[in-house]
């Protein structure tokens, strides 16, 4: 017997260890980044830190595209650190320069890297923005909540900008595909209703770009939690993010649409060096530890034979 209605997942696995990606959005598509991380796939993680709303996302890759860096004027001081607006807190620091520095090594690694993507990989978290002299910030840094403009996005707001920047990407980037999803965590600041509003907008969004483009393709991340695990054991502690066990559900579902029948084969051997190099060997000297590091240097060189015939570098 079923418990569960299973959503279904777009299939087109041509995502393999030879392919590039940019990963931007929320932070959930952080918890996606660190999977790809773990598995040695090659490319980018948030270059602007977690951002969740989609204004913010475009503002980020209009930058990538224009390789527009920072300048000691687009930052501003506030509780002894210096701030971006377009920037998570992450890259704050009391240092401008460290920040400036920080920052435009991104930009500069990203927009070298977007011509060549094979993936770019956006989740929109929420479709409310804050406005602070008339722009949308990625981050409020903790600046007072008297410095905001709140609003909600509407979906127009949303398509009017991301039509042009897909063409523009699209153009930039002859083979990328794109891959959006909407985060399944929960934005409960204005209540339950206010949360379906919110998701909705970005749906309803999402539905109009991948009607208008062929090369972008929706992962329901945030239907597969919502409609087909449908229960509070599936999410942490605090009830609006996804659990570890959800995260890994989601990655596993997502690797089953995209990844190559070759990748999905291998990402188990990883699996087991991960493992391996977690073990902790109670008495470094003896020879059953001895035993234990010549089987790891053993998995290693599958892992890495696999590694370098993708041209990517030990592990």
Same mark, same amino acid.
């Given at each position: 017997?079923?418990?569960?209605?299973?959503?279904?997942?777009?299939?087109?696995?041509?995502?393999?260890?030879?392919?590039?990606? =940019?990963?931007?959005?929320?932070?959930?598509?952080?918890?996606?980044?660190?999977?790809?991380?773990?598995?040695?796939?090659?490319?980018?993680?948030?270059?602007?830190?977690?951002?969740?709303?989609?204004?913010?996302? /475009?503002?980020?890759?209009?930058?990538?595209?224009?390789?527009?860096?920072?300048?000691?004027?687009?930052?501003?001081?506030?509780?002894?650190?210096?701030?971006?607006?377009?920037?998570?807190?992450?890259?704050?620091?009391?240092?401008?320069?460290?920040?400036?520095?920080?920052?435009?090594?991104?930009?500069?690694?990203?927009?070298?890297?977007?011509?060549?993507? +094979?993936?770019?990989?956006?989740?929109?978290?929420?479709?409310?923005?804050?406005?602070?002299?008339?722009?949308? %910030? /990625?981050?409020?840094?903790?600046?007072?909540?008297?410095?905001?403009?709140?609003?909600?996005?509407?979906?127009? +707001?949303?398509? $009017?900008?991301?039509?042009?920047?897909?063409?523009?990407?699209?153009?930039?980037?002859?083979?990328?595909?794109?891959?959006?999803?909407?985060?399944?965590?929960?934005?409960?600041? $204005?209540?339950? %209703?206010?949360?379906? @509003?919110?998701?909705?907008?970005?749906?309803?969004?999402?539905?109009?770009?991948?009607?208008?483009?062929?090369?972008?393709?929706?992962?329901?991340?945030?239907?597969?939690?919502?409609?087909?695990?449908?229960?509070?054991?599936?999410?942490?502690?605090? =009830?609006?993010?996804?659990?570890? =066990?959800?995260?890994?559900?989601?990655?596993?579902?997502? /690797?089953?649409?995209?990844?190559? $029948?070759?990748?999905?084969?291998? @990402?188990?051997?990883?699996?087991?060096?991960?493992? =391996?190099?977690?073990?902790?060997?109670?008495?470094? /000297?003896?020879?059953?530890?001895?035993?234990?590091?010549?089987?790891?240097?053993?998995?290693?060189?599958? %892992?890495?034979?696999?590694?370098?015939?993708?041209?990517?570098?030990?592990?």
């Amino acid at each position: 017997m079923k418990f569960t209605t299973e959503v279904k997942t777009p299939v087109n696995k041509i995502f393999s260890h030879r392919s590039k990606y =940019m990963l931007l959005g929320s932070c959930f598509a952080e918890n996606m980044g660190e999977n790809l991380y773990k598995y040695r796939f090659e490319g980018i993680n948030n270059p602007f830190g977690i951002l969740f709303n989609p204004i913010s996302i /475009a503002q980020g890759l209009e930058r990538i595209l224009d390789e527009k860096y920072l300048t000691l004027q687009d930052l501003f001081r506030h509780n002894g650190l210096w701030h971006s607006d377009l920037y998570h807190s992450a890259f704050s620091d009391a240092d401008p320069q460290i920040v400036l520095d920080r920052a435009n090594r991104q930009i500069a690694d990203a927009h070298n890297i977007l011509p060549k993507t +094979d993936f770019l990989i956006i989740t929109f978290g929420s479709s409310w923005v804050y406005m602070r002299d008339g722009r949308v %910030v /990625a981050n409020c840094h903790k600046l007072p909540e008297n410095n905001f403009v709140r609003k909600r996005l509407s979906v127009s +707001d949303i398509v $009017d900008v991301y039509k042009p920047l897909l063409d523009r990407i699209f153009r930039t980037a002859p083979e990328i595909k794109v891959i959006i999803s909407v985060s399944p965590v929960r934005y409960l600041r $204005d209540g339950a %209703v206010d949360n379906s @509003l919110n998701k909705a907008t970005l749906l309803l969004a999402v539905e109009q770009l991948v009607k208008a483009f062929a090369r972008l393709t929706y992962f329901p991340a945030y239907e597969i939690l919502l409609d087909e695990l449908r229960d509070y054991r599936f999410y942490a502690d605090d =009830m609006v993010h996804p659990s570890k =066990m959800t995260q890994n559900i989601v990655w596993q579902r997502f /690797a089953e649409s995209f990844f190559t $029948d070759e990748t999905l084969d291998f @990402l188990p051997q990883i699996d087991k060096l991960h493992k =391996m190099l977690e073990h902790n060997t109670m008495h470094e /000297a003896s020879d059953e530890a001895a035993v234990f590091k010549a089987r790891i240097e053993s998995q290693k060189s599958i %892992v890495n034979k696999y590694l370098n015939a993708c041209c990517l570098m030990d592990f």
